[in-house]
């Protein structure tokens, strides 16, 4: 029997677009995403990886530039994490191809649907991406040393940040990078329907990365070259961290979220397919 409602047919299509999109919603854009990524080409994919390396750049320009104007205190790696998100808005909003931001979008169709064809594209796009944005991150890192463009004061908070991004034995290192890569593929699910608070939301779990000292692959990798450039550590320093930071924000982005996210959707695809049924 059915129940009449108690509010006009205005305010029911005012609560419609209101209510929250089902978890279906958001995993059928994000597939779409990386069905789309699958068949851009590889020089495309490159160039987009290549810009996204030296945008990532301004994460440890903007944090270094606040550390070195604030007072030492605390409280200033609190304030100065801040500028970590710059990088990420400049990436994401740019639409650049970020490594950490493709653990989730191309994983969704490969695991969702397996096929060896898109296994394949999946390998080619993490490959393609992680060297284009290793190597802008190595380029942008020595003109960042070398340029002159900084002072003194600016080139020594670059220092702490490559310390301390290198600074954790290799486990250490491995955790802290599945918590970055958890938190990156979490914001590339929320995304799709941020809307306008979009710059919120890259804004604050990008923030949450730097404030907990969790390690993403290229701004961290960024921060190591440029002290391997300046002689404060060492190139195997640097390897020390990009190989467990690598396999870290992997873990994360795929084993937490990509193959949770699609195993409910799975779930829900076989509930809804078990109530045609009846």
Not at 77 to 94: H, N
Not at 138 to 162: K, M, R
């Amino acid at each position: 029997m059915s129940v009449e409602s108690p509010i006009t047919e205005d305010e029911v299509k005012e609560v419609e677009e209101r209510e929250r999109p089902r978890s279906a919603v958001i995993f059928e854009t994000i597939r779409r995403e990386g069905e789309a990524d699958f068949e851009r080409s590889s020089p495309a994919l490159f160039w987009s990886a290549v810009a996204a390396g030296g945008s990532m750049t301004f994460s440890m320009i903007t944090m270094g530039v606040l550390q070195a104007h604030l007072p030492d205190t605390p409280w200033r790696p609190l304030v100065a994490s801040f500028g970590y998100t710059i990088g990420f808005l400049i990436v994401i909003l740019g639409r650049q191809q970020l490594f950490t931001e493709n653990t989730l979008t191309p994983l969704l169709p490969t695991f969702y649907s397996f096929t060896r064809w898109r296994f394949q594209q999946l390998l080619r796009l993490w490959t393609v991406i992680l060297i284009g944005n290793l190597l802008a991150a190595l380029a942008s890192s020595a003109l960042v040393a070398f340029s002159g463009a900084f002072p003194a004061d600016t080139l020594n908070a670059f220092d702490d940040l490559a310390r301390s991004a290198t600074a954790h034995p290799f486990l250490t290192l491995f955790a802290k990078a599945i918590f970055a890569g958890w938190l990156i593929a979490l914001l590339v699910w929320l995304l799709p329907m941020a809307e306008g608070s979009a710059v919120f939301v890259i804004v604050i779990l990008t923030y949450v990365v730097a404030a907990g000292g969790f390690g993403h692959i290229i701004a961290g990798s960024i921060e190591a070259m440029f002290g391997a450039w300046h002689h404060v550590i060492s190139w195997s320093d640097v390897l020390g961290f990009i190989v467990p930071t690598l396999l870290g924000n992997c873990v994360g982005g795929a084993a937490f979220v990509a193959a949770i996210c699609t195993a409910e959707i799975a779930s829900e695809h076989d509930a809804l397919r078990r109530h045609r049924r009846v």
